[in-house]
């Protein structure tokens, strides 16, 4: 392996894979010229693409497998057969030292399940969560898990809380992130067992993080933690509403602004300012 | 009774009880003529109220009580405890043929608790649920729980969906309501034990409903389905994260749309429009 590093990519995993994938690395080569990417997929397919992405071409090294994960496949199925499949080589790669990370846009649960077993996971971490950072009225936040479990017991979210700590310092570049756990409301006694066991660990713990204590589904939106920490059934559904919300306004608001001619006048002058607010 | 409707109303319960409870009572008598209403609540701290919104007085019988629940009181201690709180006995004037319905905006768990034993539920209907309708990209929908039961089993979800085709059939007046419920995909080995066994019985069932079969969170905003079922915990989560969702937008939007000169002359323009979609 060389200086540079290098990322093992599930070339057939995704929605409109493997174009998009291909094209995804032809913008990623362009703002991080010094990786390396290790190609997994059908090279019938893959070759004939990377011809159109030169950029993607030069920094690309590609491997053979005619196998792949659908989105259909259980992750136990995907687990047990498909030794083969462009997820699970990726997936190898970083196992056998080749790569240092793995990305797939495909079967998330696949993704889930053959990454725990053949990576493990960190001591102390039963399950691995799926974390995302996102705007917020003061800046950004983390939230986890948003999916990988669909149920959760109050050490995985101990867990998650840890896992969401050390990620906001270390991505979001904050010093010592707050941390809450999402709930049905901030007072002790609110929630399921679940939340209101892994509240009280955190609160008792020596551990040298800022445990906040609960926040409710609108503190996501507010900023009020850094670090959100939930179920992946909850996070999953919370994070979809938030996008489906955001949609239904720009949907209202694009009928608002084209209602007369007044407020189509004034929204081709908010234009410049309301794209950069989308952006 | 009279022929009017009488609607008893927890004058205590709520922020700023009493105050809020009569301003809303004076709001609700200028739309609704024909309704009267049964105040409980400490006539020393209503009468006074009551002085100030005439309208309100005109229609209003008060009940003298000094007990209300408190929000940090536990629904068990509310329902055991406080047999004269003014959230008592507005749901029993309901059990006594008093009035048709209760009001309350105080302590949601101690008012399920104390409804669920007081007045019971309908027959084949375990646990009550919150339901709340809301605007999507086409048409009103309903969803519930959004709050009662932060534990579901498959048939109280079952049961939630058969309320709240009622409640779209006659409140939103549609003849054929779709139902959905919530989950993290649309394929049938996605989610709990709970959502998966509550669509095969709605599935299997000779229930004379449409049912949809599984949605996601983006789902809510665009209106997919008219009911939206789901456990209390992840409704309650879903429906706060859409409303912070809604009001970061518009932070975020105000601050976009006072940017620059330009913008700002833009957003004077639209204002009109925009004030209809905010309303």
Do not use: W
């Not at 090279?43 to 690309?60: F, G, S």
């Not at 499949?85 to 990305?103: F, K």
């Not at 679940?194 to 906040?212: G, M, Q, T, Y």
């Amino acid at each position: 392996m060389s200086d540079r590093i290098t990322v093992a990519i599930d070339g057939m995993g995704g929605d409109n894979a493997p174009s998009m994938i291909v094209s995804g690395i032809g913008i990623a080569a362009k703002s991080n010229p010094d990786v390396k990417f290790l190609l997994f997929g059908d090279e019938r397919r893959i070759l004939p693409l990377l011809e159109r992405y030169p950029m993607a071409k030069a920094v690309c090294e590609t491997r053979h497998t005619t196998d792949f994960v659908t989105n259909d496949d259980k992750p136990t199925a995907a687990l047990r057969g498909a030794k083969n499949s462009s997820m699970r080589l990726a997936i190898n790669a970083v196992a056998d030292g080749e790569a240092t990370a793995v990305v797939s846009a495909g079967n998330t649960g696949a993704l889930m399940a053959i990454a725990t077993i053949v990576l493990k996971t960190l001591p102390g971490i039963s399950r691995p969560a799926i974390a995302s950072s996102f705007p917020t009225q003061s800046g950004d936040s983390v939230m986890l898990d948003l999916g990988a479990n669909v149920e959760c017991d109050a050490n995985n979210l101990v867990q998650f809380a840890v896992m969401g700590e050390v990620y906001a310092r270390n991505e979001l570049g904050l010093k010592q992130p707050s941390i809450g756990i999402l709930n049905v409301g901030v007072e002790g006694l609110k929630g399921n067992d679940s939340v209101k066991e892994a509240a009280n660990i955190l609160k008792n713990s020596n551990l040298p993080i800022e445990f906040f204590g609960f926040v409710e589904g609108d503190d996501i939106g507010k900023g009020t933690v850094d670090v959100i920490v939930t179920d992946g059934f909850t996070g999953n559904i919370a994070l979809k509403t938030a996008e489906g919300t955001a949609k239904m306004i720009a949907f209202f608001l694009k009928d608002a602004l084209t209602s007369s001619i007044l407020a189509k006048i004034g929204a081709l002058l908010a234009r410049p300012a309301i794209e950069r607010f989308r952006a």
